[in-house]
């Protein structure tokens, strides 16, 4: 290839995988569907990508660089904290779950494709991994609870290095099998993974985290230096006992997340844009490489397989592993459908072909479609299938549509309350106490804390919540709880109200608006003035429009007496006003606005919740 024609594949990598990512926004569906579909049609369908001789020998070593990252990405959200109550059911999936999975695709390997027990056990070992590269993006769609989500994550992280390993150890013995130091040689290959793996791996969690929590390097320096330990330790575990980085990484990740007074945020939040990045260039790459006629040649026993994974691996491991727990029927049932595999699986199994191919080992070269018909068959299934059954089931989360608002005060309050007679979801915080109690005895949500504290952030519920509502009079809380809540919710759903103090201070010592979040209202009021019209008889109406009266007659009729906050529209959703804001209200739509007195002309609409309420 020339170097014009390297530049554009490129370019166009980057492009569909772009592409991919924001068709799947739009869709709500993960983006892992998509990618493949774009790997496939742009390698095997329309030949216009090809990998191998895009990236050359460099391949491979950038697809386990890539894999490494994303993994350890994966293990920072692992927090032991979350373990009580699933730690069990965790343990049970990468022990009895992954040997339950490995014999039952081992055996429908040999019976029904026709394979030795040497390919067989390998192709059992590399299709039980699931991972973070297609559970974690499948979780952010389907939205299941608490304990189904973190069930998936944890156990997802952890069985990929466990897949490896066992992938491992079954090549180690394939290659010497024959030979009398056939079984030694496997169980010292286990033995020299798990060890060098776990060594490596905490100690390059504690020297990073020491460096961080001691604050030896700056801030601008810590996502690189993470990045650098990371690959670091990655390719010296690599070289010192083969294959042993992936679990290295994970367990790297674990024990830095969990080491105390080590904030780790800054890093997660660079790893979590990195992995977006690596994920969909490896899916595209790797499908591209995909061999349509290898597959099709294997004819419907492929099939078989698959149903087989879906419907008799997953629901018996799923059984096993959760006979005792707490959980419901209806989470292990959600549990028992999404198992989809990942990027783990699809690498290792093309770096395994290739070698025991060379080797002379027949139908080595099916490990990979077979592994990509498993991953295609299971992400394209439970992609399209696994959010609607988690509504069917009530295990899924509601819509983060609703509203966190910091200050119970009596502006935060009364906007509070106008939200939820709408059926809006709210959670009012503040660390006054009086402010907390006159809050609960309007029924509204609350959390007695600061938002921004480190108790709030293992305790406070986000569930539902995708806005943030800054009403303190205090400027500064504002300020910090836009920044603290900027990744969550996302800068466009950040709004605020301005302080008294802060409109009257110049441009050197008012907060950025970057920090702040939009200003709440159309017009914008500072705290004071909104307060002070809500104490002389103000009050925050909803007004339902109708065919008679639209937002025409509206407009007419308060001119510019009323300050408009929120308007719902036909489908539930929620429109925030802000100076900037271009919303034209219809028909049907509700209007929650600061108003002067009653009006007789609007339809006060109170309708029956959307969600349930809060505890």
Aim: net charge neutral; proline share 5%.
């Amino acid at each position: 290839m020339t170097e014009q024609d390297i530049l554009i594949s490129l370019a166009a990598l980057g492009i569909a995988s772009l592409a991919s990512q924001w068709l799947a926004w739009r869709l709500r569906l993960p983006a892992i569907l998509f990618l493949l579909l774009s790997g496939i049609l742009a390698g095997p369908v329309l030949g216009w990508l090809n990998p191998t001789q895009l990236f050359g020998p460099l391949l491979f070593p950038l697809v386990s660089l890539a894999v490494a990252l994303i993994l350890f990405e994966g293990s920072l959200t692992l927090r032991v904290s979350e373990l009580p109550g699933i730690g069990t059911v965790v343990r049970r999936l990468i022990g009895i779950g992954a040997l339950t999975t490995w014999g039952v695709i081992t055996l429908s390997a040999h019976w029904l494709l026709g394979f030795d027990w040497d390919l067989a056990l390998l192709l059992g070992s590399l299709t039980l991994v699931t991972g973070p590269t297609v559970i974690v993006p499948m979780l952010r769609v389907v939205r299941p609870n608490a304990a189904v989500a973190n069930i998936l994550r944890w156990e997802g992280i952890i069985i990929d290095p466990i897949g490896a390993l066992l992938a491992v150890v079954v090549y180690s013995f394939i290659i010497t099998r024959g030979t009398e130091a056939a079984w030694t040689q496997s169980v010292q290959t286990f033995g020299g993974v798990l060890l060098c793996g776990t060594v490596l791996g905490i100690a390059g969690g504690w020297t990073l985290g020491q460096l961080v929590k001691r604050h030896w390097l700056p801030e601008y320096l810590q996502n690189l230096a993470t990045l650098a330990s990371v690959l670091g330790v990655f390719v010296t575990a690599n070289t010192l006992v083969h294959e042993s980085g992936l679990l290295a990484v994970t367990l790297m990740g674990i024990w830095l997340a969990n080491m105390r007074d080590v904030d780790v945020r800054d890093i997660l939040h660079f790893k979590e844009n990195l992995s977006i990045l690596l994920i969909s260039g490896l899916f595209i790459l790797l499908a591209a490489m995909l061999d349509l006629t290898a597959l099709l040649e294997l004819g419907p026993a492929v099939l078989i397989l698959l149903l087989i994974v879906q419907f008799v691996a997953r629901p018996l491991t799923i059984a096993l592993c959760t006979w005792g727990s707490q959980l419901n029927w209806r989470e292990r049932l959600l549990l028992a459908w999404i198992a989809p595999r990942g990027i783990v699986a699809a690498a290792v199994s093309a770096i395994f072909a290739v070698r025991l191919d060379e080797t002379g080992h027949q139908d080595a070269l099916l490990l990979v479609p077979l592994t990509f018909a498993v991953i295609i068959g299971t992400v394209v299934l439970q992609s399209a299938t696994a959010r609607p059954l988690a509504r069917l089931l009530n295990v899924a989360e509601p819509p983060p549509s609703g509203f966190l608002i910091v200050g119970a005060n009596p502006v935060a309050r009364a906007l509070g309350r106008a939200l939820s007679e709408q059926g809006i979801r709210v959670m009012l915080t503040d660390s006054s106490w009086d402010n907390i109690h006159a809050a609960r005895m309007e029924n509204l949500p609350t959390y007695y804390g600061n938002p921004a504290s480190q108790h709030a952030e293992n305790h406070l519920d986000l569930v539902g919540l995708g806005h943030l509502l800054a009403l303190s009079p205090v400027g500064e809380m504002n300020t910090l709880a836009a920044m603290r809540f900027r990744h969550d919710f996302g800068g466009d759903r950040l709004f605020n109200l301005a302080s008294t103090q802060e409109s009257r201070r110049s441009d050197k010592h008012r907060p950025s608006d970057e920090h702040r979040g939009r200003p709440l209202g159309t017009p914008t009021l500072t705290y004071s003035q909104l307060a002070g019209r809500l104490a002389r008889g103000g009050s925050i109406k909803s007004n339902k429009l109708t065919e008679t009266f639209g937002w025409p007659e509206y407009q007419a009729l308060h001119g510019s007496g009323a300050i408009l906050y929120f308007a719902i529209d036909n489908h539930g959703h929620t429109h925030v006003f802000h100076p900037d804001a271009r919303i034209k209200p219809d028909a049907g739509w509700t209007l929650i606005a600061l108003t002067e007195g009653a009006d007789s002309h609007a339809t006060v609409s109170k309708p029956e919740p959307r969600h349930s309420p809060l505890p």
